[in-house]
């Protein structure tokens, strides 16, 4: 199993983006997906979930700004990035939590940088 994120980018304040991450491989079973980011420094710190049944909840910091989607038979996770400010910049993770429960692996992307420019 695989994930790729992609969407990353130079964006001004203020801007958006659309983060954009695709699971491959042997999969039957997808949980819940999320994002993570972390800044230079800084801890690796929860963003968004989105669990298989389509709730979804956010981090403080976000909620209002970022939107979070997927879409199950594409295996792919969004995140909708409006209204981006400086303190958003960081290098950006998708997880997904892959297997039929109890049998599940958590997996992570390598990563997306976000840099907002003020």
């Known amino acids: 199993v695989q994930l790729q994120a992609s969407g990353g980018g130079l964006v001004q304040a203020g801007g958006s983006l659309r983060l954009s991450c695709a699971a491959s491989?042997?999969?039957?079973?997808?949980?819940?997906m999320d994002w993570y980011r972390q800044a230079p420094e800084n801890q690796r710190v929860l963003v968004a979930s989105?669990?298989?049944?389509?709730?979804?909840n956010y981090a403080d910091s976000v909620k209002g700004r970022f939107t979070i989607s997927r879409d199950n038979a594409k295996k792919t996770v969004y995140l909708q990035m409006n209204g981006l400010k400086p303190g958003d910049t960081a290098v950006y993770y998708c997880?997904?939590?892959?297997?039929?429960?109890?049998?599940?692996?958590?997996?992570w992307g390598k990563g997306t940088q976000v840099t907002v420019s003020s």
């Open positions: 997880r997904m939590v892959i297997g039929t429960p109890p049998l599940t692996t958590n997996y």
């Open positions: 989105i669990t298989s049944g389509g709730s979804s």
């Open positions: 491989g042997n999969i039957f079973s997808i949980g819940t």
